[in-house]
């Protein structure tokens, strides 16, 4: 059903899977027989009716024990069963009115973790390590950071290979003046 406030009918309220008073979750397969038997039903001379402001977790139809009250809801008619049951059953549209009426899966039945570890199985590249040719490596030098004199570890005297101040090594090299 095009997207378009229709008097007062709300269009996110008011749409194919309304008309044919389905659910979104409702698999594709059963609308013709479910349109079917809302035209046998008119042609019985039932009224079926659309509530214009439905709310999520309403009934679209009246309560039986009251007369519906024209400005909350209205009659559906043969054309609009036959034009959203063939609307329907057309993929795009199906898709678009899915998307229009945004069903939430039920949170118990565990098809919403099912169908996001499926999702994110098909989407998430495979991690290949290859190497970057850089045509200019002094193009990286602002990206590494510069080192302080604090993060560089002083090492221990022998790894120099020079004896330690103090040490008896030290003070044989040394110098002895006489006085």
Known sequence: MP???KGIENPYRVNYF????LGPAAPRRIIP???????SALEAGKTLWIRRLKL????????PDREPDAREYRPVEA???TEASSRLIEET???QEVLLVHPTLNPES?????????????VTPERIQRELPLVNPGAMAPLVPVLSAADIPMPAWDEFGVPAP??????????????
């Open 3 to 5: 997207l378009s406030w």
């Open 18 to 21: 309304t008309v044919l008073q």
């Open 33 to 39: 027989e479910i349109s079917q038997k809302a035209l």
């Open 56 to 63: 999520a977790g309403e009934d679209a139809a009246p309560p």
């Open 79 to 81: 054309r609009e069963i």
């Open 93 to 95: 549209i199906w898709a």
């Open 110 to 122: 565990g098809e919403l973790r099912k169908t996001c570890s499926a999702l994110l199985q098909q």
């Open 166 to 179: 103090g040490s008896p090594e030290d003070r044989q090299l040394d110098i002895q003046f006489d006085l």
